[in-house]
């Protein structure tokens, strides 16, 4: 596409935003819609890659628009921030919070995960620092092959993701995407005081992660890469891919649920 007809869009999309964030236009804010459109078929399709086949990728699609409109709705053009990156996380929390409404996860993959969340908070609070596969299976009672299966199984129905997990330590029980770290339009001081220390909990959280537990978050929630790109960067499999992504989620569950630690002296 030439630069002239590339710019020529940008402007359009930003006149788009000024119409409807200055003069609350319903005209514009369909248009918005529409423009940004492909964007849920984008995430849905990703989203789908982790689920049963009888989950319909067009049922994801419609939930995801609910997320869009929430993103524009929400989304403040002059921060400096870019939307793709905001609503791409809000199209994602939508699907999720509805698949989660729906209760498709098998009870039997809910217990296991919670098992597991468990164990990892108590060996993280116990061991202060992240448990190895092998710590976390001896907790379990199970061996090492017996975990990874039963990470497999977890990472294969989609039940965790980093969306889900923001609110995890939270007394309100305020409910985040990724997408609430990088913008929010609110104005409420209190509202962004406990967004900015979100921001720096999980940002803390995840430094603190091994190497390429962490490298695969960042590729995945925050380069935008598939599970099957990061896969070739670390030169493993997408299963086993979406392995690490699930232990990852696991660890971050629970270092953000652990009790405070004491200062050291």
């Known amino acids: 596409m030439p630069d002239e007809t590339i710019d020529e869009a940008a402007a359009l999309v930003a006149d788009l935003w000024q ?3 200055t003069d609350s236009a319903p005209d514009a804010r369909e248009r918005l819609i529409l423009h940004y459109s492909p964007l849920v078929k984008f995430v849905a399709g990703r989203v789908a890659a982790g689920l049963p086949q009888n989950i319909e990728q067009a049922d994801l699609v419609s939930y995801g628009i609910f997320g869009l409109i929430d993103a524009i709705d929400k989304f403040d053009p002059e921060r400096g921030f870019k939307f793709e990156t905001y ?5 994602k929390g939508a699907i ?15 217990s296991k995960a919670r098992a597991i969340e468990r164990a990892y908070s108590k060996l993280e609070n116990e061991l202060r620092r992240t448990p190895d596969d092998n710590e976390v299976a001896s907790e ?3 061996s090492e092959s017996e975990f990874a299966q039963t990470l497999s199984q977890i990472s294969f129905v989609g039940l965790v993701a980093l969306d889900e997990l923001l609110s995890a330590g939270s007394e309100r029980g305020n409910s985040g995407t990724v997408g609430d770290t990088i913008a ?6 209190v509202q962004a005081f406990e967004l900015d220390e ?7 959280a995840i430094n603190r992660m091994p190497d ?23 030169g493993v499999t997408e299963s086993r891919v979406c392995q690490i992504h699930t232990k990852a ?4 569950r629970g270092r953000l649920s652990e009790p405070e630690r004491p200062a050291v002296r």
């Open 140 to 142: 379990l009672g199970l």
């Open 198 to 204: 979100m921001k720096h909990v999980l940002a803390d």
């Open 19 to 21: 119409q409807y964030k």
């Open 249 to 252: 989620i696991f660890q971050l």
């Open 96 to 110: 999720i919070d509805e698949l989660r409404s729906i209760d498709w996860v098998p009870r039997s993959v809910r």
């Open 87 to 91: 609503a791409i996380s809000r199209i």
């Open 184 to 189: 929010d339009s609110a104005h409420d001081p």
């Open 212 to 234: 390429r537990e962490r490298l695969v978050l960042t590729l995945y929630y925050y380069e935008g890469l598939t599970l099957s790109e990061i896969g070739q960067v670390l």
